[in-house]
């Protein structure tokens, strides 16, 4: 699976964006797709994630309450809404993927295999 995200750039604090991510191929059974961020200097982590059947989500405490994450199986497409963004928002967001992920599992990088490229989201005033 290739994954494809984009839409971020630069904004200010209280701005709203919205990512994108775009599975190469369909998606069904299990599968998972999730939004990690890395700041400079910092690890990467989790930000939020949705199960593809039942449309399950795990949304990260940092981001709970303003960033919400959806799917559209028409066109393979997972989304990240972000709203009241904060210049601790700012990182690269990464979109990643599997099948067969349980509940557990979907805050944990390593239970990814398939990543995008990366889309760098800024906030500054």
């Known amino acids: 699976v290739q994954l494809q995200a984009s839409g971020g750039g630069l904004v200010q604090p209280g701005d709203s964006l919205r990512l994108s991510c775009i599975a190469s191929?369909?998606?069904?059974?299990?599968?998972?797709m999730g939004w990690f961020r890395q700041a400079p200097g910092n690890e990467r982590e989790f930000v939020a994630a949705?199960?593809?059947?039942?449309?399950?989500?795990r949304i990260a405490d940092p981001v709970k309450g303003r960033f919400t994450i959806s799917r559209d199986k028409a066109k393979n497409t997972a989304y990240l809404q972000m709203n009241n963004l904060k210049p601790e928002d700012t990182a690269v967001y990464y979109c990643?993927?599997?099948?067969?992920?349980?509940?557990?599992?979907?805050?944990?990088?390593?239970?990814?295999?398939?990543w995008g490229q990366g889309t760098q989201v800024t906030v500054s005033s």
């Open positions: 990643a993927a599997d099948s067969g992920i349980i509940y557990s599992g979907m805050a944990t990088e390593s239970a990814y295999d398939y």
């Open positions: 191929r369909p998606t069904f059974g299990r599968f998972v």
């Open positions: 949705i199960m593809w059947s039942g449309g399950t989500t």
